[in-house]
Nanobody, 123 residues
Framework: QVQLMESGGGSAQVGESLRLTCTAS????????MGWFRQDPGKEREGVAV???????RYAKSVQGRFTISQDSAKNTLYLLMNNLKLEDSAMYYC?????????????????WGRGARVTVDS
């Protein structure tokens, strides 16, 4: 199994930055690829950024150029640096892991999830 724990959420103003951290533990085979998703009440979970086993990254168009996904060399910690935050970035952000070497931005690609961290962006 895999345990994922998000931290670093909080409040920021439009244009500011926040960094989310996901601490991962458990079987490495269950976290070959990892990603960040977000969701607001009443809305579907949206893929934000993912990183494949070989380091290839993919981003949602809404965050391209503003957000950066990365991980430490041991692949125990996943980061999401969020720059130039917008009001529409407010959501609960979830860390996820997959047994697949390459993943898409769809939640169905992932089998393990953290509990989430809230990000609120104010004007």
């Amino acid at each position: 199994q895999v345990q994922l724990m998000e931290s670093g959420g909080g409040s920021a103003q439009v244009g500011e930055s926040l960094r989310l951290t996901c601490t991962a533990s458990g079987n490495p085979e269950y976290r070959e690829s990892m990603g960040w998703f977000r969701q607001d009440p009443g809305k579907e979970r949206e893929g934000v950024a993912v990183i494949d086993l070989d380091g290839t990254t993919r981003y949602a168009k809404s965050v391209q150029g503003r957000f950066t996904i990365s991980q430490d060399s041991a692949k125990n910690t996943l980061y999401l640096l969020m720059n130039n935050l917008k009001l529409e970035d407010s959501a609960m952000y979830y860390c996820a892991s997959s047994t697949r070497a390459s993943v898409s931005l769809y939640p169905s690609s992932f089998g393990f999830w953290g509990r989430g961290a809230r990000v609120t962006v104010d004007s």
